[in-house]
């Protein structure tokens, strides 16, 4: 399972929570850091329990530690390894042989790598005028007239199209060379900044692939 921690962002913390998740002999076997601001940091824990009746126990365990709160608790197939799947998503992306194969390959990709409930990439999207979806993945995405007054409200805000903030259930990128947007929504899992840099930075990837494969 996955465990996102909130504690405080001093030294000895970290460890802390470790202690407290190995004394309900779970195995922590990845730690990735999604935010640190502010004097607090937002850890993520991958931890194999011995069975799941001890998830209780093992949020006690945790938010005993002083300033520490688990914001989420959820069952995976797979354990994510960020740096790793988004190698993988980006070899993925150069072989496709067309725009219409890299278009899917960048919605199923990114569905894949950060557990997302639908993903979508649209093009054309505008005040005037409505997008044009290129491409979804996951479970179904809202319609045409929906996706494009997201990604208008979305390119509103520098800060969002930045990766800077952005509504806790969608996380959105542009492709710039294109006009096209690439989002992602999840329920109950809040998106962070490093994921939000991640999505961005893989969609400048595909951006340039989709540049090349038209010349």
Same mark, same amino acid.
């Given at each position: ?18 202690? #407290? ?38 949020? #006690? ?112 990128? @542009? ?14 899992? @809040? ?25």
């Amino acid at each position: 399972m996955l465990v996102r921690v909130w504690l405080p962002d001093r030294p000895g913390a970290l460890g802390q929570v470790a202690s #407290r998740i190995g004394a309900v002999r779970g195995d922590i076997v990845g730690v990735d850091v999604l935010e640190c601001d502010g004097g607090v940091a937002i850890d993520e824990f991958a931890v194999n329990l011995a069975h799941a009746d001890l998830v209780p126990i093992l949020v #006690r365990e945790i938010e005993e530690v002083d300033g520490a709160s688990i914001e989420e608790v959820r069952v995976v197939g797979h354990f994510p390894d960020p740096r790793l799947d988004a190698l993988e998503s980006a070899t993925k992306l150069c072989q496709a042989a067309s725009t219409g194969e890299l278009h899917r390959a960048l919605s199923a990709q990114v569905c894949e790598e950060f557990l997302a409930d639908w993903t979508a990439l649209i093009v054309g999207a505008g005040a005037e005028t409505k997008a044009e979806v290129l491409a979804t993945a996951g479970g179904a995405a809202p319609d045409a007239d929906m996706l494009t007054a997201l990604a208008v409200g979305l390119a509103a805000s520098p800060l969002v199209v930045s990766g800077a903030a952005g509504p806790e259930d969608l996380a959105a990128a @542009p492709l710039v060379r294109h006009g096209a947007t690439l989002m992602v929504s999840r329920s109950g899992y @809040p998106f962070r900044l490093r994921e939000r840099g991640q999505l961005i930075a893989l969609a400048r990837i595909a951006d340039r692939l989709w540049e090349l494969l038209e010349s």
